[in-house]
Nanobody, 127 residues
Framework: QLQLVESGGGLVQPGGSLRLSCVVFRGRLENFPIGWFRQAPGKEREGVACISPSGDLTRYADFVEGRFTIFTDNVKNTVYLEMNNLNPEDTAVYYC????????????????????WGQGTRVTVSS
């Protein structure tokens, strides 16, 4: 069974940057689309970004507005979410997730499409 482990969260000032990491265990990254999701206090989970198994297709939520980049390192079996120009509205627990049984060009921001989830890493944007 796949295992995903996130890291890289923390406290950052508005306008700052963070890079989140998601290491995939018991499976090869090239076989799964990986999505990043977030859940803020009192709000529903929402999709942030996704990358296809092929690694050349990405999808972002509208609120990202060019500030975030999702990319992979297949040697390290790791997916990253580079986040720039963070604002307090980006405060949330961020999760990565993998979807099984999808083709190599699949991307989605719907959480129900993903079957394996990490434990989350907390991001707080505050001055």
């Amino acid at each position: 069974q796949l295992q995903l482990v996130e890291s890289g969260g923390g406290l950052v000032q508005p306008g700052g940057s963070l890079r989140l990491s998601c290491v995939v265990f018991r499976g090869r990254l090239e076989n799964f689309p990986i999505g990043w999701f977030r859940q803020a206090p009192g709000k529903e989970r929402e999709g942030v970004a996704c990358i296809s198994p092929s690694g050349d297709l990405t999808r972002y939520a509208d609120f990202v507005e060019g500030r975030f980049t999702i990319f992979t390192d297949n040697v390290k079996n790791t997916v990253y979410l580079e986040m720039n120009n963070l604002n307090p509205e980006d405060t949330a627990v961020y999760y990565c997730a993998a979807a099984t049984g999808r083709d190599k060009y699949f991307t989605s921001l719907r959480g129900t499409a993903f079957t394996s989830w990490g434990q989350g890493t907390r991001v707080t944007v505050s001055s």
